[in-house]
């Protein structure tokens, strides 16, 4: 198929040649211009193949779902930190607490269960807001979405997954240092 047109005044014609093959896509190219330069010596041919063409066009899309995807693993990490640091603090401030619990009988693993149970809650709230803004604010980011749908359920069900793993990472760490606290260290605290 060949298109060709008139640029401006100077009666510049460019021509744009497309060929389907399956032959390399250099040996085309090598005689394309071959074939050109036959016709006449001083024509130009710039060779694309359509794949090259493609990467071109959405060079910035690429670019913006590489930033995205930069900057949301940077929030998760974020996320993650600010989660440890939370319940860490917490359990060096209930230390005399939890030490009471352990000497009145609670087993480590209830002590677990106990840090890792409100470092739950704490992601919980914070991901209930999130889904509630997002839901809100859905129709503004549909620009940005190309696959899926603004309130895709398997989006959001995997982004909370996620959420989930690193806040059970982000707190487990916590926990662990909770559930071996040992009762006479503790007592000798306060």
Not at 92 to 116: C, F, H, K
Not at 178 to 190: F, Q, S, T, Y
């Given at each position: 198929m060949c298109r060709g047109n008139k640029v401006g005044n100077s009666g510049i014609k460019s021509v744009t040649l497309y060929v389907r093959t399956t032959?390399?896509?250099?040996?085309?190219?090598?005689?394309?211009?071959?074939e050109a330069a036959q016709l006449d010596k001083n024509?130009?041919?710039?060779?694309?193949?359509?794949?090259?063409?493609?990467?071109?066009?959405?060079?910035?899309?690429?670019?913006?779902?590489?930033?995205?995807?930069f900057l949301g693993t940077?929030?998760?990490?974020?996320?993650?930190?600010?989660?440890?640091?939370?319940?860490?603090?917490?359990?060096?401030?209930?230390?005399?607490?939890?030490?009471?619990?352990?000497?009145?009988?609670?087993?480590?693993?209830?002590?677990?269960?106990?840090?890792?149970?409100?470092?739950?809650?704490l992601v919980l709230a914070g991901v209930a807001i999130g889904l509630v803004v997002v839901w809100i604010s859905s129709s503004v980011i549909a620009a940005l979405l190309f696959g899926i749908t603004t309130r895709d359920a398997a989006t959001f069900a995997c982004a909370v997954s996620i959420m989930a793993v690193v806040a059970l990472l982000a707190t487990l760490l916590p926990a662990r240092r909770?559930?071996?606290?040992?009762?006479?260290?503790?007592?000798?605290?306060?």
């Open positions: 032959a390399p896509s250099a040996s085309i190219a090598r005689q394309i211009r071959e024509v130009f041919v710039d060779v694309e193949t359509l794949k090259s063409h493609v990467d071109g066009s959405i060079t910035r899309e690429r670019l913006l779902a590489l930033l995205s995807g940077l929030s998760l990490l974020l996320v993650a930190i600010g989660l440890y640091g939370v319940m860490a603090y917490s359990v060096t401030r209930r230390t005399v607490e939890i030490g009471i619990r352990i000497a009145l009988g609670a087993r480590p693993i209830d002590v677990l269960w106990m840090v890792l149970r409100e470092g739950f809650l909770a559930a071996r606290i040992d009762p006479m260290n503790a007592l000798r605290k306060e």
